[in-house]
């Protein structure tokens, strides 16, 4: 079964740097998400994207962070310079259509912030 | 008033109990939810999803929704220590954005 694949799986990273989490969405589909979730806290929306744009962004999705999709397969998340509370994981999920269809969710990157 | 509201338990229950999983949520215009299972340092899995109003089964799970009441059900029929994990009830929001209730951790004991 098809399924998002997301790598690193866990990236450490000080404060101040700039990562790049990656995900492969599946095969298909058309719409691409990001999520995060601090330890014991809900998942939260980030951002969404189609048609090479983003769709909807949180307020949490400030200018430290864009999305891209370089290929035909990746979509990655850049954090510009990270803060000790960006440290959550970073899940990555892609829908094939608008509407009444399902969003399908990565493993996630766990990502450290020092 | 929060979007979505779950009780995180933790619910611990004997194996081949049913269990009942909730969420209220504060929108009457939501159409669209969700259920996903999350195990340990994984993704949300898609379990259950129902649009509007009424049940939907899907072997061993029942998901509910009453709109009248804004709540939502996810029943767990003959539980197996295999369905231990944190259950998400999700909402879209609109423009395909989720919002999440806290979570469920579930426990079911052999």
């Known amino acids: 079964e098809p399924e998002v694949t997301q790598t690193p799986s866990h990236q450490v990273t000080q404060m101040g740097q700039e990562v790049i989490l990656r995900c492969v969405p599946i095969s298909n589909h058309l719409y691409f998400y990001w999520y995060r979730q601090i330890l014991g806290q809900k998942v939260e929306f980030l951002v969404s994207?189609?048609?090479?744009?983003?769709?909807?962004k949180s307020e949490i999705f400030d200018d430290q962070f864009s999305v891209e999709r370089p290929d035909g397969s990746n979509f990655t998340l850049k954090i510009r310079s990270t803060k000790l509370e960006d440290s959550a994981m970073y899940f990555c999920?892609?829908?094939?259509?608008?509407?009444?269809?399902?969003?399908?969710f990565g493993p996630g990157t766990r990502l450290t912030v020092l | 008033q929060k979007e979505v509201e779950q009780d995180p338990g933790p619910l611990s229950v004997p194996e081949g109990a049913i269990v009942s999983l909730n969420c209220t949520y504060s929108?009457?215009?939501?159409?669209?939810f969700m259920w996903y299972r999350q195990y340990s340092r994984k993704g949300p899995e898609l379990l259950m999803y129902t649009y509007s109003s009424g049940n939907k089964e899907d072997g061993r799970f029942t998901a509910q929704v009453d709109k009248s009441s804004k709540y939502i059900s996810l029943f767990i029929r003959d539980s197996q220590p295999s369905d231990s994990a944190t259950y998400l009830c999700?909402?879209?929001?609109?423009?395909?954005?989720?919002?999440f209730g806290q979570g469920t951790r579930l426990t079911i004991n052999p």
């Open positions: 929108n009457s215009a939501f159409q669209y």
């Open positions: 999920a892609s829908m094939y259509s608008g509407g009444t269809d399902t969003q399908y």
């Open positions: 994207f189609y048609n090479n744009e983003i769709s909807e």
């Open positions: 999700a909402i879209d929001q609109g423009a395909q954005k989720l919002v």
